[in-house]
Each structure stands twice: as C-alpha cells, then as structure tokens.
C-alpha cells in the first residue's frame, strides 16, 4: 500500500495547505539569499575595498530609509487588495491600485531628488571624497534610479503576495538577487567599479519589475492599473497605513540609523567593518519575519469573509511557534 505524505493528505485549498506552503516558500526565500552573500560579500569588499564599499553600503541604507515615504501604503495594498477581491468589487480595486501607483511614481521622483542633494551638497557629511575611485555624482544619480524603479513597480511586486502567491514572489525575488549577485561578483573580479555595480541593479531592477507587471496582470485580468487620483480610496490606505508606517519607521531607525551615523563620525571604511557582523544579529528575526509574512493576507482573507473565529486561532498558534523558534535561535 501507497503511503500517504502529509501535504498529499491534505486538500490544496485548505488553510493548513496554504499556511504550509506559503511559509516554505517565504523561509526560502528568505535562507538561500543567505548562501549567496557569505560567498560574494567577501569578493566584493575584497574587490571594491572597505571605503568604496562602505559608501554602498551607505546608499542601500539611505534607499532603505527614503521607503518609509510610503507612510504605510504597502500594508494598505495588501489589505485591500484582499479586501476588494474577495468582495469581487474590482471597480474600486482599480481605482484603489490606481491611486497607489501614482503615489508610488511620486515618491520614486522625490527619491531621485533626494539623492540628487545628496550627492551636491551633503556627501562631506559623510566624509565621502571624490579619490575613491568612483564617480560619486553619477553613483548616486543611479541610486536615484533604482529607488525610482523599484517604487514605480511597487504595486506590481505587491500584487502576487497579497493573493497568497507567495511560490511566485519568493521565485521572482530569487531570481533577481541570483543573476544581481552574480553578476556583480563578475563584475568587481573584472575590474569594474561601483559604477558597474549601479548599472547592473538598475538594469536588475526594471527586469524584475517588468516580470512582476506581467505576473500581476495575470493574477488579476478584470483590474485595469492605470494612473488615478479617487481621494475617497487614498483616504483609507493612509488611515490604515499610517500606524504600520510608525512600526516600519521605528524598525528602520532600529536597523539602519546606526549605519548613517557611523560614517558621520568615522568615515564610510567603518561602515563597512560595522555592517557586515552586524548583520549576523539581523538574521534572527529574519528568520520569523520569513515564516509568518503570510499571516497578514490571510488574516485580511479571513477578516474580509468574517470569520473572526478562524482569525484568533490563527494568531494563537502562530504566537506560539514564533515565540518557541526566536527564543531558540536567540539563546542560540
């Protein structure tokens, strides 16, 4: 007689089946980039040295900071993404995407101005000099750039985690971070600058978003995402948004802060040296992070058919598993 695995037991529209499957993707998602940066980081400080590398380091931290102008309309998207589809009501839907992408394509534009400024006038903060072999000005025009790129596709790259398709977000983001990794590694082994490596993440960054525009597409035909304004719907994304944006800005400061400050008073060589361990301790709550980013569209699933019951359970028994994996991995 045939045994029969536990996933095959179950039925694929469960949620256990969902829960399941959604938290392995997301764990590997978030485990094998891990693999790819103990093997390139070393090649690339090595490479680009400690100061050059800490000056990107310095621009991925200030992209990272220049998100929370988003002010929570992220989580927003997810919600009532969730919301509307369930309700089949995809009027609204498109004019609740519609809104956020033009939102998004005004914050990408005050990205690029920002490094702009930054790059004329308040790199000496930073103890940035323009012998490190570098083009400082064109380095942080495409960062600019590939903040604009990554805002502009946001609701694209929102879409397929809000509908509980995480195998395809987790295989997309994978994708990107394998050939940008790569690729830079043979890049900086080249000889190629930090200019090299702006260009390929530029390049990386619209590819990606092109795929999760055509995925989207696909995952909701009867929404068409074109530019609005319905103040009605930006309204309710902000007053939902607005309190997950101080959690996201409080956990940024926790993060990235330090890193912004250091190099005021030391240089951006220490950036380097501080960054790299430093993101050992990252890791930990990483890891709960990966397991349990399905809960929130499911919860909004859930909630949106009014089964509270199903919602409290939910949140009971992943309270449980988080609190038993983060105290074994901290005390580890």
Not at 209 to 220: A, D, K
Not at 301 to 330: G, P
């Amino acid at each position: 007689m045939c045994k029969i695995t536990l996933v095959e037991h179950m039925k694929t529209d469960s949620l256990t089946f969902r829960t399941l499957h959604n938290s392995a993707y997301s764990f590997f998602g978030f485990a094998f980039p891990i693999l790819f940066t103990i093997l390139v980081t070393p090649i690339v400080v090595r490479e680009l040295g400690v100061v050059v590398y800490g000056f990107y380091i310095l621009l991925t931290t200030v992209s990272a900071f220049f998100g929370i102008l988003d002010f929570g309309l992220g989580n927003a998207l997810v919600k009532y993404i969730v919301v509307y589809t369930e309700a089949k009501d995809f009027d609204r839907l498109s004019q609740f995407i519609g809104s956020a992408r033009s939102l998004y394509t005004g914050i990408g534009l005050i990205g690029i101005c920002a490094f702009f400024v930054l790059s004329q006038w308040f790199l000496f903060l930073f103890h940035i000099q323009t012998n490190i072999q570098t083009n400082v000005g064109l380095v942080c025009l495409l960062a600019g750039l590939v903040f604009f790129t990554n805002s502009y596709f946001s609701v694209y790259a929102v879409v397929p985690a809000a509908l509980q398709r995480f195998d395809i977000t987790v295989k997309l983001n994978l994708l990107q971070l394998t050939v940008l990794q790569v690729v830079t590694a043979l890049l900086v082994l080249g000889g190629y600058k930090l200019q090299a490596i702006m260009y390929a993440n530029l390049v990386v960054a619209v590819l990606s978003g092109l795929t999760f525009w055509y995925h989207s597409r696909r995952l909701l035909p009867h929404v068409h995402i074109r530019y609005r304004f319905a103040w009605e719907e930006i309204k309710i994304a902000y007053r939902f948004g607005f309190l997950a944006s101080l959690a996201a800005l409080s956990i940024n400061a926790l993060t990235y802060l330090d890193r912004i400050i250091i190099p005021v008073f030391t240089g951006p060589a220490a950036v380097a040296y501080y960054s790299l361990p430093g993101n050992i301790a990252l890791k930990v709550p990483g890891v709960t992070n990966s397991l349990t980013a399905m809960v929130f569209p499911m919860v909004s699933s859930l909630q949106a058919t009014a089964d509270s019951q199903k919602v409290r359970q939910v949140y009971v028994r992943v309270f449980r598993n988080v609190t038993v994996i983060a105290a074994a991995l901290s005390v580890s």
